[in-house]
């Protein structure tokens, strides 16, 4: 299974609402996972099951989506989240990750 | 803490091999399927391979099969990859993975929720 994600990056701004686009080359149900990594640090667990809130991870962080198509939204952009989002399906192996997307200031 | 600590990562020239291990603490390591995932410089995640929590099934990614094992020792709260016949392009940063579910009906879904902090295997002559 093939994941692509768009943009692969982005320039965005303190309070802003940023939206990221994975898609699977075909069906996954809701076996998606959204990552975010910071520059020299592991990934972190930021979604599971499409849209389920990792524990400790803030409220403004969403997920939706099923079938092929999946959205991450990060609502009002802080400082703190400018990383690279990585999506990743958990549907059959190899599971396989998206390029991932940049957010940057 | 939950914790997961690897190690074993080496320069080594293309062909060699290496044994890559994966430490546990703070959980029940036995009920859980772990993973191992790389990441080569500047680019992005690559899933490499997973195993259950008994040992009795494991998966690859394409390019690893056939080169890489995943093995755990549950006694020592371990697992590993050994890989064989390294080349060029397995130059990256290991992490090692754990993996939670949760159950929706009939369905289980998998997640990587606890992260090592990576080891670095660079394969150069």
């Known amino acids: 299974i093939q994941m692509t994600q768009s943009p692969s990056s982005l320039s965005a701004s303190v309070g802003d609402r940023v939206t990221i686009t994975c898609r699977a080359s075909q069906s996954i149900s809701n076996f998606l996972n959204w990552y975010q990594q910071k520059p020299g640090t592991a990934p972190k667990l930021l979604i599971y099951v499409a849209s389920s809130l990792q524990s400790g991870v803030p409220s403004r962080f969403s997920g939706s989506g099923s079938g092929t198509d999946f959205t991450l939204t990060i609502d009002s952009l802080q400082t703190e989240d400018f990383a690279t989002y990585y999506c990743q399906q958990s549907h059959s192996p190899p599971f396989t990750f998206g390029p991932g997307t940049k957010v940057d200031i | 803490d939950v914790q997961l600590v690897e190690s074993g990562g080496y320069l080594v020239q293309p062909g060699g091999s290496l044994r890559l291990s994966c430490a546990a603490s703070g959980f029940t390591f036995s009920r859980h399927w772990m993973s191992w995932v790389r990441q080569a410089p500047g680019k992005g995640l690559e899933w490499v391979a997973n195993i259950k929590q008994d040992g009795s099934e494991t998966y690859y990614v394409d390019s690893g099969k056939g080169r890489f094992t995943i093995s755990r020792d549950n006694a020592k709260n371990s697992v590993f990859l050994q890989m064989n016949s390294l080349r060029v392009e397995d130059t990256a940063v290991y992490y090692c993975?754990?993996?939670?579910?949760?159950?929706?009906?009939?369905?289980?879904?998998?997640?990587?929720?606890?992260w090592g902090k990576g080891t670095t295997v660079t394969v150069s002559s």
């Open positions: 993975a754990r993996e939670s579910s949760s159950s929706w009906g009939h369905k289980y879904y998998y997640y990587m929720d606890v």
